[in-house]
């Protein structure tokens, strides 16, 4: 059973940076895309980054596309994103997700296992 941990949300202050981790447990991970989502109370989660199972390809929602980067270490089990300039829209628990293949997908039926989440909160 693969067990995704993540680490390092906090609260940040608006145009400030952060960067959270996620490392798996018990199964394969270097044969897998990897991705982040995210979830605001009273919203859908939704889709942020995505790495394929070797980093050639990355994938980003539209929103934060230019100021988020998603990395992954093949040795150590994880991934990682890097969040610059964040805004207070950007608040939201965030959501660690492996995928069923190497190639990473936009939407949440690419991911068969999903961590418990750390929170993000910016503020103004």
């Known amino acids: 059973q693969v067990q995704l941990l993540e680490s390092g949300g906090e609260l940040v202050q608006a145009g400030g940076s952060l960067r959270v981790s996620c490392v798996a447990f018990?199964?394969?991970?270097?044969?897998?895309?990897m991705g982040w989502f995210r979830q605001a109370p009273g919203k859908d989660r939704e889709f942020v980054a995505a790495?394929?199972?070797?980093?050639?390809?990355?994938l980003y929602g539209d929103y934060v596309k230019g100021r988020f980067t998603i990395s992954r270490d093949n040795a150590k089990n994880a991934v990682y994103l890097q969040m610059n300039n964040l805004q207070p829209e950007d608040t939201a628990v965030y959501y660690c997700?492996?995928?069923?293949?190497?190639?990473?997908?936009?939407?949440?039926?690419?991911?068969?296992?999903w961590g418990q989440g750390t929170q993000v909160t910016v503020s103004a």
């Open positions: 997700a492996r995928s069923r293949s190497g190639e990473a997908g936009r939407t949440r039926n690419y991911y068969d296992f």
């Open positions: 018990g199964g394969g991970f270097s044969d897998y895309a």
């Open positions: 790495v394929n199972w070797n980093g050639a390809r990355t």
